[in-house]
């Protein structure tokens, strides 16, 4: 079964500042899914930034970018000019190809999450 | 689109007693997730559907859980005789296939006495 650890469950840092966010996982697939998804307080979860294992390019979302390491098994967010809204819990996620429609590992496997605050 | 939807988005009941949530999601996704959530925890995988079928089951879901999507649009998940470990935050997800990114909606948080 695939896991997926985070290993910082709380990062601090200042507004304006650079903060990375890490996690790495474990899986014997070659072709998989990532997702670091981000949860406010009393709020949904939604996605930040998305990552196809297959492509070698990271993937960037404004001011979100990702580290991927796949040999290393490794998947980094990193958070440039840090703003008072991006405070919330930040969970890495990932997920199984699904190799034919009707059905699969399809559930996404979370790590525990980091909670990030930003000091003003 | 408005998102996927959840009601109720508390519930407070008594162990023992059964409980259904429901999730609507987004219209014309045919791929439903619900999760759980715990206290400090990421969320955990129950089961999905493809359109009506339910395809994939996590063995945390005990026989005292059950889902429906009855018409290949909005879901139900009940648990029955709960029980204090049941308490937590239910949430619900859709995508428009497997390969697409999962949207959730705002959870249902249970709080079993």
């Known amino acids: 079964a695939q896991t997926v650890t985070q290993s910082q469950p709380e990062m601090s840092v200042q507004e304006a500042e650079t903060v990375t966010l890490s996690c790495t996982y474990d899986?014997?697939?070659?072709?998989?899914?990532l997702f670091w998804y981000k949860q406010p307080p009393s709020r949904q979860m939604i996605l930040v930034i998305r990552q196809e294992a297959y492509k070698q390019q990271n993937a960037t979302e404004n001011r979100f970018s990702v580290n991927f390491q796949k040999a290393a098994k490794s998947f980094s967010l990193k958070i440039s000019d840090s703003q008072l809204g991006d405070a919330a819990m930040y969970f890495c996620a990932y997920r199984s190809p699904t190799l034919y429609s009707g059905g699969g590992a399809d559930g996404l496997t979370f790590g525990k999450g980091t909670h990030l605050i930003i000091q003003p | 689109d408005t998102g996927v939807s959840q009601d109720p988005r508390h519930k407070i009941t008594k162990r023992g007693q059964n409980v259904t949530f429901r999730c609507d999601p987004i219209s014309e996704h045919n791929r439903l997730y619900w999760y759980r959530q715990t206290l400090g925890q990421g969320p955990e995988f129950l089961t999905y559907?493809?359109?009506?079928?339910?395809?994939?089951k996590s063995r945390l879901l005990s026989d005292r859980f059950s889902a429906e999507r009855p018409k290949g649009s909005f879901s139900t998940l009940e648990i029955q005789r709960t029980e204090q470990g049941d308490s937590a935050m239910y949430l619900c997800a859709s995508s428009l296939n497997g390969r697409e990114t999962q949207y959730f909606g705002p959870g249902t948080r249970l709080l079993v006495l």
């Open positions: 899986t014997s697939e070659s072709d998989y899914y």
């Open positions: 559907f493809q359109n009506e079928a339910q395809l994939e």
